[in-house]
């Protein structure tokens, strides 16, 4: 069964800058897809990005930009120029790509204070 | 465009009575899932459809759990008698998948917190 981990229960950063956010999973499937959510106090579930396991080129979305290691399975998330609105719980999740359940398979999640 | 909407936001009941979740899928979407949200097991997969069948049911924790989806635009989760430790964030999402080709991101709606006191 696959699984993911997030070993930071919280973490910290100032207004303005960069923090990384790790994830490591296990699977034995070498074709599927890796995310981020954010949950912010509303509890909305919300993606933040996605990573296929099949493409090198690492995922970028503005200012959140991930740091995929397929072999060493590591899928980081860093944010740059930290907001206050960037304040909330981070999920990483996993799903197969083909075959299989579709569900995803969340980390525990790891919480995002942003210092002002 | 609506996203995923779920009913009713807040739920507070007591031990033994059923409560209905309800779900409405983005328009066009063809997968929902129902997933379950609490602090000793984060977020878990209960049930999910595609194209209005039952896929993967192997998360809905006992017979106390009940899902359907009777067309593509609602869906509910039943839980019959409910029990203090149903108490939990239950999220719906869906998403849509082409005949033989990969699943598309999950879109999640904003959830129902359930109190059973």
């Known amino acids: 069964a696959q699984t993911v981990t997030q070993s930071q229960p919280e973490m910290s950063v100032q207004e303005a800058e960069t923090v990384t956010l790790s994830c490591t999973y296990d699977?034995?499937?070498?074709?599927?897809?890796l995310f981020w959510y954010k949950q912010p106090p509303s509890r909305q579930m919300i993606l933040v990005i996605r990573?296929?396991?099949?493409?090198?080129q690492n995922a970028t979305e503005n200012r959140f930009s991930v740091n995929f290691q397929k072999a060493a399975k590591s899928f980081s998330l860093k944010i740059s120029d930290s907001q206050l609105g960037d304040a909330a719980m981070y999920f990483c999740a996993y799903r197969r790509a083909q075959g299989g359940s579709e569900k995803l398979v969340f980390g525990k999640g790891m919480k995002l204070t942003v210092n002002p | 465009d609506a996203g995923v909407i779920q009913s009713p936001r807040h739920e507070v009941t007591e031990m033994g009575q059923e409560v209905t979740l309800r779900c409405k899928p983005i328009s066009g979407h063809n997968s929902l899932f129902w997933y379950r949200q609490t602090m000793m097991r984060g977020l878990e997969l209960l049930i999910y459809f595609n194209n209005n069948v039952p896929i993967d049911d192997s998360g809905m924790p006992e017979d106390r759990f009940s899902a359907k989806m009777p067309n593509a635009s609602f869906s509910t989760l039943k839980i019959q008698p409910s029990e203090p430790r149903d108490s939990a964030v239950y999220f719906c999402?869906?998403?849509?998948?082409?005949?033989?080709?990969?699943?598309?991101?999950?879109?999640f709606g904003p959830g129902t917190r359930l109190t059973v006191l």
């Open positions: 699977t034995s499937e070498s074709d599927y897809y």
């Open positions: 999402a869906s998403s849509f998948r082409t005949s033989g080709g990969p699943p598309d991101t999950q879109y």
């Open positions: 990573q296929e396991a099949y493409k090198q």
